[in-house]
């Protein structure tokens, strides 16, 4: 039950970064052990600590793993990329920065590299809330046979329709420039996931929005396609906004359907 910083080296935006790392009890004196991961990331406007110092991560995996709600794994908090208001965990179509790269080539081999993990899907899971949960499920449905879970939490679930009628700015043209072209047709979660039903080594899904939250109807729509096409997933409703309060007091389902998945591949 500690938590220490982990700064290394990015070659994909050629940057020093850090992330937070936590470790359960235990983990320094049973030195045979090895651990699941589970990557906890942040939305926009946010940062690597977010999670510790607003959404009450370390005090939440503490009670659940002494409750045996979740079994004994390291959490690994990291930042996005640290650019602009949110990288959204891609790499971006101009060029600006490879987040996605960064994330899958630097980040989990340094994780797997100085911590004892199991360096296995079914023992590799991501989380995330809003832009976070965007990037969880873009990183696992896109990289088929790295996660064996993906959890988001009032996440921006979108599709292409939906960035053109809601955020058709410039920034978002920089990120997956035209909006019927290729690029955008690769970050289309509704596509990524068709494209992915059939495949043996598809993550297992796991989302919850609040009612009142403004993500409300695209998470709806996107439990509406995954039914559609038939990919198994558990899909929640809560009273709630778009808040820290929502995503501290839902986070242990997240958690929970993890740790369920997890058993499964006992």
Not at 1 to 10: A, G, L
Not at 26 to 37: A, F, K, M, Q, R
Not at 132 to 147: D, Q, V
């Amino acid at each position: 039950m500690s938590v220490r910083p982990h700064p290394f080296f990015s070659g994909a935006l050629f940057a020093r970064k850090s992330c937070f790392v936590y470790l359960p009890e235990g983990y320094e004196e049973d030195t045979d052990l090895s651990y699941p991961v589970i990557y906890l990331l942040h939305g926009m406007y946010g940062s690597e600590s977010h999670w510790l110092l607003k959404g009450n991560a370390e005090q939440t995996l503490d009670q659940m793993i002494a409750a045996s709600q979740l079994r004994k794994s390291i959490v690994v908090m990291p930042n996005d990329g640290g650019y602009g208001l949110g990288t959204f965990y891609m790499d971006w179509y101009d060029g600006t920065g490879n987040f996605e790269q960064y994330f899958i080539y630097d980040l989990i081999p340094e994780i797997d590299k100085h911590y004892r993990t199991i360096n296995a899907p079914h023992s590799r899971a991501v989380c995330g809330l809003s832009m976070g949960g965007f990037g969880a499920f873009a990183l696992s449905l896109r990289n088929p046979g790295l996660f064996g879970a993906a959890a988001s939490l009032s996440g921006a679930l979108t599709s292409t329709a939906y960035v053109a009628e809601k955020f058709s700015r410039s920034d978002i043209a920089r990120m997956i420039g035209p909006l019927q072209g290729p690029y955008a047709q690769e970050h289309d979660l509704q596509i990524c996931a068709s494209q992915r039903v059939l495949d043996e080594q598809r993550p297992a899904l796991y989302f919850d929005c609040g009612t009142a939250d403004f993500l409300y109807k695209t998470n709806a729509d996107y439990h509406e396609h995954l039914n559609k096409i038939g990919y198994a997933h558990k899909y929640q409703e809560f009273p709630g906004e778009h808040t820290w309060a929502y995503w501290t007091e839902h986070l242990p389902d997240a958690l929970s359907f993890i740790e369920g998945c997890f058993a499964s591949q006992k």
